[in-house]
């Protein structure tokens, strides 16, 4: 009891505090190396979006301001070879006006660095205005979409505001600037007279090289985006072009060559691509890939997991530690409390093992606890030693009270068993056949108790009659016999000594009942009485079970009813009647015990039942039928236990 109740509570704060902690611990580890995970991916979206954006916007205001300067030149080009075309087609009548005016024309046109020529549609130079190319013709110049001019004029598309083309003289030879490749901007222009066309063009060359300075730009600018993220050597972050490779790179040092080309693809088909892959030299790392497809640029961010867990492993290890002595603190002070708490429990187990060794019967149990050396607590295990010490006196009153008890229930059985042999000797013997006055008689009585309320009798009168009574006390047990005991003297009075009539006995012992019966008992009771010279039966019926006749397999049953039940009703007068007994006939007489017998379904064997074993066969004797009668009641009953007296009478045959 000591180690066995102490190990086990030991154990049970064990397994107490490991599954407690335990899975706490479990948890925590699993959940921050999630949360770490999931952190450092938001934190490398959040910095490959601003640094995508820093792009987007950078590309985006170039390409505005390079709109924005082509649609001025176009416009003022337009405008220029408007008027130039207006004043050219009115020179003629101007004579010297119109010369100078050309003049004007020609110094304003080098003065924009427009370059006006008036051309065929096969391309030949008609009027040079200006000329800053040594081109003998227009022939094979094409735009930068591969179409010629030639074509475009006679394809008949140029509408009569003209048609702006871009034509890069890749090698021309400018007149101003020697062997140098530049882009016009050109402004085909149909003049009235047909199949002529004004083209004019300006060099764009200056918006060209602002083009290639802007990857330098937004390179500089997405540096210093960069560089207030402040990265460190836990992550690397590449601006990358497919075509120029690495264009700026911070953090840590990475080679761009490690990382999956398709994860490359993935990004140039969805503007981004987000994976844990295993990268050579780095191990698990997480990669994330935004894509500009307008520059083909990439910017890749990587970080390490082993790097990013570090963190969270040192505090694993903390978190470990610290979970291992808090542990520890708890087992240690549950042990205690779990040894205080068994201590006492001990001791009254000691306690109840001393006094287990006692013989209850005898030892007095004020005395019990005398010396008890538990000690008194105000919780529950003081009640329980309190509760145990009441339940010991308890239970040794209860023992002595039992012995009293069982002392006087052995004293009670045995003045029972004497009362069942008087009973039983005041009836005639049960079980066997008399003959008497050449009638055969057989009886059977089974009480349910010791003693019972049923009864019988059968005797020869002074006249020379065989008298048959059978009677049913209300109740059982002890009132119920020795009611009877006072209905059977009351009937052998009524009918041995002053020869009366069936009727006249029953209503001589009725009032006597009805006088003495303090507790209104009473009795159902048939009296008969059968003269063999005559062949007659006469009887009375107070409230009893109508007997049944039978012989050669037929059933009748008595009808006659004298009255109510024997000593309920004060002044009651009961009739006789008389019936004759033919030659072979079995006279059944029984209490309700048969009819009311009940098997474990809680069914009744009832009047049918007795009726149909009644006509089974041909009795040869009073014995046989009323064997026939107990055994069909018995097979009926089973186990089902006895709830009412049982008493059977057969005369016969008559």
Known sequence: MNFGMRRKLDALVIITVILALGPYSIYSILFFSKTTIENAKEEIRLHGSLAINEVINAYSNLVEHQVYEINKQKKFVRNLTRQASKLLDDLGSLGNEGERIYLEIINSLKAQDVHLTKINSQGQTIK?????????????IKDITGISLVDRMNLGTVSKNGEFVVINFDGGEDTNNDNKADIYLALLLPCHKEKEYLLSMINIEDIKDQTEMSEEVIIKKLAQQLDEFNYDTRMAVTLYSKEEGVLLSRGMTLNQKIIPQYLFDEAAKKNYAETIVDLPGLGESIVRIDSFNSLKWYITLVAQEKILKAPVKQMVSKLIILTFVGALISILMSTVFAHGLTRPITKLVQRVTEVAKLDLATVNPEYIFKESNIKERKDEIGRLSKAFRLMTMTIVNNIKQLLAATRLTERLDGELAAAHSIQQGMLPPSG?????????????????????????????TPDGQVAMVIGDVSGKGVPAALFMSMTMTMVRSATEHDLQSPGQAMTKVNAYLCKNNPDSMFVTLFIGFYDPATKILTYANGGHCQPEVTVNQKVRRLTGLSGPMVGAIEGCVYQSFSEPMEPGEFLFLYTDGVTEAQNELGQFFGIDCLENVLGSQDFTNSLMLNQAVHQAVKTFCGQAPAYDDLAQLTLGPF
């Open 128 to 140: 040079p205005f200006t000329q800053f190319f040594n081109i003998e013709g227009w022939t094979n």
């Open 432 to 460: 066997t056949t008399v003959i008497l006055l050449g009638v055969g008689v057989s009886s059977l009585i089974i009480p349910a108790k010791e003693v019972g309320g049923d009864l019988f009798d059968y005797f020869k």
